[in-house]
């Protein structure tokens, strides 16, 4: 017992828990000053994956509470058919697809990063969303449905903040200039979908496969 | 030991299959007969707010004249019944006494005096016959009023003496055969009947049967068999009328006007009780109207000022309003166009030769309309767009106000358009509900008929469902093809099904009149009142979300914010908890104000305090 206490204390006494507690601060810094961030971001080393994955994951827990906890004023879910897991894959999906395809993509055109610094311009460029939302989510239960529309302009806000930073994320990891860096995201995200509709054709192949393996099958069970 | 698992396993399967075979069965069931929308456009059960009470033929009432052929309108005053009996061109008058019905009378001609008779022509010559008449307005008159109305007393003249014989003795006999013959079975089904719909040669025909047939003559009760076989065929078109004498199996002395459409003689004809024509309406004269324009009225209504409105057979521009004396005076409440935004963006890219080449976007035609008791139109459009209807850009019932512009209140979660969902697969018909009727009553709420599913919609004064009850089938209170419906009272509904020549009876049940009660109370202001109601009916239906807001709303009333709330969430109605969260809001921060002040004031002083006193020891350490 007092060796894991003393392991305990060890960690967040030790160099890991300061490198991540700085790079998770170095994300305020980020969304702000997205260009210079972007770039130490991954040229001067000062993020990490660690802080990149509590975003992530801060992110699905803004986007989960903000369907629970916000005001039923501004809030119209349909409880019967909530599903927890959509809602994280909803997140967490868009996410995998949209690394890989700017990964893709970048590759073919020069793009300096490698798909662990996108992951992690990605994930910083997040932060907006649970900075914002979370306030947002107590917010709304202190306003009526007139001023609520300042819980929608606040949010609507974040996600453009967020949209922004992931551009500039594009363009500093990858050194792409400006026009450049807009035609990666167009072309990632219509790679995304080509990612998509792939998946899903594969899908439905796979499943006709495995009927047609099936009904050979029994076919063969009812002839026998 | 492997035998009893197997055996186990087998009667757990079969088990299963049972129940799961009966649960299916189950939801595969007609849907409940009565339900209500939930706020997320779920069908929810409801108990019955109207029951059947009476199945109406008129075989029953009188075997001898038949059934009722593709009756198009229904129209009750008092304790009278006036149906259309479209295709065997004549109106049958009952009279409810006691719950029962009674056939009062059988309406083939109306009576014409000399004043009248060159209104009355129908061609070249006076025609006093009915030809498919679609619908009858009755409304109560006054004779101070009538004389006001009408100096000339159209009412007093001297009746019209129809040319006996026109031809000679033999010639006569020959087209009496040809009536006659007209009148079989047999000839019933030639193609000369079937294309009877519009074409004019027909309309020119049918004045000379009326012209020639003989009042006594054709009076006889022979044909009336063969007229009950018709109804149960149902053929595509009316017959040629024909004039036949009243069948008047009751006299009543009432003070009513009546207004008929005349529909396939293309007039609007207004007589008195007796039958006494006082005024036609017809060749409505406008520059909108073409020349070739023909006049046929399909549904009408006359309002307190008098005043007709006609919806005539492709005329999109509205309904027609005529003045007292039957003149065309303006067209009211056209629909608007309803273009979707695709259509729209595409029109904006065409050119103009483009534009005026493609397609072109009229506004579409009602199909009925009925009066509220202040005198308001409420109309029934048909002609919709599946789509449009589902996106909530199409109206299918309106209120119209004097100025012709829709005035109903769409408040509840959905719009008031019959079915919400109707891409069910189990569904027995498909598509949108198409309103054919609609009647409002005292209380302001409505009913509309819906026919694509026999179902009838009510509706309250704010647009929220209050039920929808009814379906297509052959069981008591089911539906063949619905064409019309009116309220006997406020608790009595007759529905006509045209297919099945019946006219069924709904009376008001208790649940129903427990919501009309509670909808009253709030109305005049008794709000403990009509909650208390409103909790009643909730243990009737805990599924209706009407109640729970009703509730709320006498809460909101009384002060008690928190527990209104609650009642506002149940019903998903996020208005008014806003509104009662405002003030409980209000009432929180009154109450915690001063401790927020204080903790405030702590929070800011007491550091500062804390600080001077450092300062100060510090100073007198030092010193």
């Known amino acids: ?224 | 030991m492997k035998t009893t698992y197997k055996r186990l396993l087998a009667l757990f399967l079969l088990l299963s299959l049972l129940l799961s075979s009966v649960s299916t069965a189950f939801a595969d069931d007609d849907d409940w007969y009565t339900y209500t929308y939930s706020y997320w456009g779920d069908e929810m059960a409801s108990p019955n707010a109207y029951a059947v009470t009476n199945n109406i033929y008129l075989q029953d009432l009188d075997s001898e004249l038949g059934g009722f052929s593709n009756a198009q309108g229904i129209f009750t005053i008092d304790d009278l019944v006036f149906v259309c009996d479209t295709n065997n061109n004549r109106i049958v008058e009952l009279v409810r006494r006691e719950g029962k019905y009674e056939l009062v009378r059988v309406i083939y001609t109306v009576a014409v005096s000399t004043l009248v008779a060159d209104q009355m022509k129908f061609g070249d010559a006076v025609d006093n016959t009915l030809f498919a008449p679609t619908d009858i307005f009755v409304k109560h008159i006054d004779d101070d009023i009538r004389e006001k109305l009408y100096p000339e007393s159209k009412y007093i003249g001297t009746p019209y003496e129809f040319p006996d014989t026109p031809a000679t003795p033999a010639a006569d006999t020959e087209k009496k055969d040809d009536a006659q013959s007209a009148d079989t079975p047999a000839d019933a089904q030639t193609p000369d009947d079937g294309a009877a719909t519009t074409s004019s040669e027909e309309d020119g025909e049918t004045g000379e049967t009326g012209e020639t047939g003989e009042t006594g003559e054709t009076g006889e009760t022979g044909e009336n068999g063969e007229n009950g076989e018709n109804g149960e065929t149902t053929p595509p078109a009316p017959k040629p009328s024909e004039r036949k004498d009243n069948v008047i199996k009751q006299e009543l002395d009432r003070q009513y006007d009546i207004f008929i459409a005349d529909s396939q003689h293309n007039r609007v004809i207004h007589c008195d009780y007796n039958l006494n024509v006082v005024n036609v309406i017809k060749d409505p004269k406008d520059e909108t109207l073409g020349p070739n324009y023909i006049f046929i009225p399909i549904k009408l209504v006359n309002d307190n000022a008098h005043r007709t409105y006609v919806q005539a057979q492709g005329v999109v521009n509205g309904f027609m309003e005529f003045n007292k004396d039957g003149v065309f005076t303006a067209y009211v409440g056209a629909a608007k166009v309803v273009l979707g935004f695709f259509t729209k963006l595409w029109r904006k890219l065409q050119t103009r030769e483009q534009r005026k080449r493609s397609e072109q976007y009229v506004p579409t035609e009602y199909n009925n309309l009925s009066l509220d008791s202040r005198g308001f139109i409420y109309a029934t459009i048909s002609a919709l767009d599946d789509q449009d209807i589902y996106a909530g850009i199409a109206t299918p019932i309106r209120k119209l106000n004097s100025m012709g512009s829709d005035i109903l209140i769409r408040n509840g979660a959905q719009f008031p358009m019959g079915d919400v969902k109707w891409n069910n697969i189990q569904a027995t018909a498909s598509g949108s509900s198409k309103f054919v009727d609609v009647i409002a009553f005292e209380n302001d709420t409505y009913c509309c008929l819906d026919k694509t599913r026999g179902k009838i919609f009510a509706y309250d004064f704010q647009g929220n469902m209050l039920y929808a009850f009814g379906n297509i089938g052959y069981s008591k209170g089911r539906f063949s093809n619905v064409t019309a419906m009116d309220n006997l009272d406020e608790e009595t509904i007759l529905v006509l099904d045209g297919m099945r020549g019946s006219i069924t009876e709904f009376s008001m049940t208790d649940y129903g009149k427990m919501i009309n009660e509670a909808l009253l109370q709030y109305k005049q202001g008794y709000y403990d009142k009509s909650a208390e109601i409103w909790k009643t009916i909730l243990q009737y239906n805990g599924n209706f979300e009407l109640a729970y807001v009703g509730i709320g709303r006498a809460l909101l009333r009384k002060g008690e914010y928190k527990e209104a709330m609650k009642y506002f969430k149940s019903a998903h109605d996020s208005e008014n908890y806003s509104k009662a969260f405002r003030y409980y809001r209000e009432k929180v921060v009154e109450k915690y104000i001063v401790y927020f002040i204080i903790a405030l004031a702590v929070l800011i002083i007491v550091p500062k305090i804390v600080r001077k006193v450092r300062k100060l020891r510090k100073e007198i350490r030092e010193a």
């Open chain 1, 1 to 224: 017992m007092k060796k894991i206490l003393s392991a305990i204390a060890q960690f967040f006494k030790g160099e890991g828990w300061r490198n991540y507690r700085k790079t998770l601060r170095y994300a305020l810094y980020v969304i702000i000053h997205p260009f210079d961030g972007f770039w130490d971001l991954t040229h001067e080393k000062r993020g990490s994956m660690a802080a990149a994955h509590t975003i992530v994951i801060l992110t699905v827990l803004t986007h989960i509470w903000d369907r629970r906890f916000t005001s039923f004023m501004l809030n119209n879910t349909q409880w019967s058919k909530f599903s927890i897991v959509m809602n994280i894959l909803g997140i967490l999906v868009p996410l995998a697809i949209w690394v890989v395809a700017n990964w893709g993509i970048t590759t073919l055109f020069d793009g300096k990063g490698r798909m662990r610094e996108i992951y992690m311009g990605t994930a910083y460029a997040l932060t907006p969303y649970p900075l914002i939302g979370l306030p947002m989510i107590i917010v709304s239960n202190l306003v009526t449905k007139e001023e609520g529309v300042f819980y929608t302009y606040f949010n609507v806000f974040a996600l453009i903040w967020a949209g922004f930073l992931i551009l500039c994320a594009v363009l500093m990891i990858h050194d792409y200039s400006l026009l450049g860096g807009v035609a990666a995201v167009i072309f990632s995200i219509v790679g995304m979908a080509v990612i998509m509709f792939i998946v899903l054709l594969f899908f439905s192949l796979i499943s006709d496969a495995i009927m047609y393996v099936v009904s050979i099958y029994k076919e063969i069970v009812f002839r026998l």
